[in-house]
């Protein structure tokens, strides 16, 4: 029953973009959150749906925001390493590897922190 809860709220419009595998690591995740939230559940409540379905989406949210530290930390690198690459004699930034990392980081390349 959990896990027909937990595919059926991945196809919510907040979570339907995602691809295949992070939709996997997020219902394996939610999964585990609920199970060993189970032991603090209090049984007096009228709707365990409400408190599993919370817990679902409080796992989901934060594995897509592991995903994004993880994505923007890869860019923040990127960019220090085509600074470097720039500040070497010898490698115009047009060279294959800088077109290659500003293709990946597309209109983030030219923004300024």
């Known amino acids: ?11 919510h419009s907040n979570f339907r973009n995602y691809s295949k595998e992070l939709k996997e690591d997020m219902r394996s ?9 189970l032991k603090n559940y209090n049984f007096k409540f009228n709707n365990p749906f409400s408190w599993v379905t919370q817990a679902f989406y409080n796992a989901f949210l934060t594995i897509i925001g592991k995903h994004y530290k993880h994505i923007n930390t ?6 220090k390493f085509m600074s470097e690459l ?3 004699s010898g ?5 294959a590897i800088s077109k290659c990392i500003q293709n ?10």
């Open 1 to 11: 029953m959990l896990l027909a809860i937990a595919n059926k709220f991945l196809n």
């Open 29 to 37: 995740y939610g999964l585990y959150k609920v199970i060993r939230g």
């Open 74 to 79: 890869k860019k923040e690198l990127l960019k």
């Open 86 to 88: 720039e500040g070497i």
């Open 91 to 95: 490698i115009s930034p047009n060279n």
């Open 104 to 113: 990946y980081l597309g209109s983030d390349a030219n923004q300024d922190d």
